[in-house]
């Protein structure tokens, strides 16, 4: 994730107009889901890796949490992480999630949302948390769907018109490097097949306790353009999942 397209100016902008930047948790179109699997945060140390604008910290100390840290490389989503969600018990660090330091049973639970389709090996994140983690603490995260990410372009092909025909998906099993389109601009993304994500929390110690392929949160179907589509196929993946 050392690529940091989020510090440019244009790009930054854009993303700050979406739902999900102006209205939080409630703008996201997984939240509905994701909420559902997270555990219990009462007296629980939270670290989140690539923590943004900092929503699902200030989510774990409203709910509890003693203390929560939010990774992040960007400096942009953290100077509005501690406009918008600043607390005494939460702290941000501007760094690279491959490069922080993983204190051995430091975290109850450790969250990430949309973020580790951004970092090439699974595994070795997967081998970092839960060195970090307590046993029996939880890790939880999100990431864009192995469909979604296959081809690499995300986006749909077109009929003459302009109308959506379908969701191109291809070089499945071909894991790695993808140059997609976001917001308008080139950005590198690393795809990876549900075999990876699931087997690399298996074979690092950890039980899956949760699988959702969300669909979008009905309220926001007619409020956001373009989230009908979302029902056509799987934009994002959630595991949830315990140290044993």
Same mark, same amino acid.
């Given at each position: 994730? @050392?690529?940091?397209?989020?510090?440019?100016?244009? !790009?930054?902008?854009?993303?700050?107009?979406?739902?999900?930047?102006?209205?939080?948790?409630?703008?996201?179109?997984?939240?509905? +889901? /994701?909420?559902? =699997?997270?555990?219990?945060?009462?007296?629980?140390?939270?670290?989140? $890796?690539? %923590?943004?604008?900092?929503?699902? %910290?200030?989510?774990?100390?409203?709910?509890? +949490? #003693?203390?929560?840290?939010?990774?992040?490389?960007?400096?942009?989503?953290?100077?509005?992480?501690?406009?918008?969600?600043?607390?005494?018990?939460?702290?941000?660090? %501007?760094?690279?999630?491959?490069?922080?330091?993983?204190? /051995?049973?430091?975290?109850?639970?450790?969250?990430?949302?949309?973020? !580790?389709?951004?970092?090439?090996?699974?595994?070795? =994140?997967?081998?970092?948390?839960?060195? %970090?983690?307590?046993?029996?603490?939880?890790?939880?995260?999100?990431?864009?769907?192995?469909?979604?990410? +296959?081809?690499?372009?995300?986006?749909?092909?077109?009929?003459?018109?302009?109308?959506?025909?379908?969701?191109? #998906?291809?070089?499945?099993?071909?894991?790695?490097?993808?140059?997609?389109?976001? $917001?308008?601009?080139?950005?590198?993304?690393?795809? @990876?097949? /549900?075999?990876?994500? #699931?087997?690399?929390?298996?074979?690092?110690?950890?039980?899956?306790?949760? $699988?959702?392929?969300?669909?979008?949160?009905?309220?926001?179907?007619?409020?956001?353009?373009?989230?009908?589509?979302?029902?056509?196929?799987?934009?994002?993946?959630? =595991?949830?999942? =315990? @140290?044993?």
């Amino acid at each position: 994730m @050392k690529e940091n397209k989020y510090d440019d100016e244009k !790009f930054f902008h854009q993303y700050s107009q979406m739902s999900r930047s102006m209205d939080g948790l409630k703008g996201a179109g997984e939240w509905h +889901a /994701l909420q559902k =699997i997270l555990p219990d945060f009462q007296g629980k140390r939270v670290l989140d $890796l690539g %923590c943004g604008f900092g929503w699902h %910290c200030q989510y774990a100390i409203e709910h509890g +949490a #003693v203390h929560a840290l939010g990774i992040d490389l960007s400096h942009k989503m953290l100077e509005e992480a501690t406009k918008r969600n600043n607390s005494p018990r939460i702290e941000y660090k %501007c760094m690279a999630i491959e490069d922080f330091d993983y204190t /051995l049973e430091s975290y109850d639970i450790v969250i990430s949302s949309l973020t !580790f389709h951004y970092l090439e090996s699974f595994p070795d =994140i997967c081998e970092k948390v839960r060195r %970090c983690l307590t046993p029996g603490g939880t890790f939880v995260f999100s990431v864009e769907h192995p469909v979604f990410t +296959a081809y690499g372009s995300q986006d749909w092909y077109y009929d003459e018109q302009g109308n959506i025909l379908h969701w191109p #998906v291809d070089r499945y099993f071909s894991e790695g490097k993808r140059e997609a389109i976001f $917001l308008g601009e080139n950005v590198t993304k690393f795809h @990876k097949t /549900l075999t990876t994500y #699931v087997n690399g929390l298996i074979q690092n110690g950890f039980e899956i306790t949760g $699988l959702v392929e969300p669909e979008p949160d009905k309220t926001l179907l007619d409020s956001i353009p373009g989230m009908r589509d979302e029902l056509r196929r799987p934009m994002m993946l959630i =595991i949830s999942s =315990i @140290k044993k």
